[in-house]
């Protein structure tokens, strides 16, 4: 094989191996318990990924394989690191971090969502980050109190 192959692949595969790291919010790292506890799972399992790739005798295979846990690794280790864990809120008189919020919309939609960290969000299952346009506008909210979101009035209906 000639050694243009050689270096070529070797090029190519240095770069299928250098990822970036993953974005990191300049946000306080806000978490709830279960937050925290979904980062150190997600941790454990980006170092057995790695560690199951650097099983694999084939080099350039292994340095693919490795690359996207070696990655996700610094990324949930950072994470865990910087983790500020929020105890759930004692009060329901105003919306908090960790608070379940329910809103009506001018249209009539009523939505139910929880306020959690920047990690943990995930809107279809019915959690936001603290740092969402939305939940920004109903920290501090009371249950009655009216703010607007792109161009509609969002009523607080409940908290919990």
Same mark, same amino acid.
């Given at each position: 094989?000639?050694?243009?192959?050689?270096?070529?692949? #070797?090029?190519?595969?240095? #770069?299928?191996?250098?990822?970036?790291?993953? $974005?990191? #919010?300049?946000? $306080?790292?806000?978490?709830?318990?279960?937050?925290?506890?979904a980062l150190e799972s997600e941790l454990q399992q980006a170092r057995e990924a790695y560690e199951a790739?650097?099983?694999?005798?084939?080099?350039?295979? +292994? +340095?693919?394989?490795?690359?996207?846990?070696?990655?996700?690794?610094?990324? @949930?280790?950072?994470?865990?690191?910087?983790?500020?864990?929020?105890?759930?809120?004692?009060?329901?008189?105003?919306?908090?971090?960790?608070?379940?919020?329910?809103?009506?919309?001018?249209?009539?939609?009523?939505?139910?969502?929880?306020?959690?960290?920047?990690?943990?969000?995930? $809107?279809?299952?019915?959690?936001? #980050? @603290?740092?969402? $346009?939305?939940?920004?506008?109903?920290?501090?909210?009371?249950?009655?109190?009216?703010?607007?979101?792109?161009?509609?009035?969002?009523?607080?209906?409940?908290?919990?």
């Amino acid at each position: 094989m000639s050694v243009a192959f050689t270096k070529e692949d #070797s090029a190519e595969t240095a #770069s299928e191996t250098l990822l970036p790291d993953r $974005p990191v #919010s300049p946000h $306080p790292n806000l978490v709830t318990e279960a937050g925290l506890k979904a980062l150190e799972s997600e941790l454990q399992q980006a170092r057995e990924a790695y560690e199951a790739a650097q099983k694999i005798e084939e080099v350039n295979e +292994r +340095r693919r394989q490795a690359a996207i846990p070696l990655r996700d690794a610094r990324y @949930f280790a950072a994470r865990v690191r910087t983790a500020e864990v929020i105890a759930k809120p004692t009060s329901t008189d105003t919306v908090a971090f960790g608070s379940t919020v329910t809103f009506r919309r001018d249209d009539g939609r009523v939505q139910k969502y929880r306020i959690v960290g920047e990690d943990e969000a995930d $809107p279809k299952a019915g959690s936001i #980050s @603290f740092v969402s $346009p939305v939940a920004r506008l109903l920290m501090g909210k009371a249950v009655g109190d009216v703010v607007e979101a792109a161009g509609q009035e969002i009523e607080i209906v409940a908290i919990a």
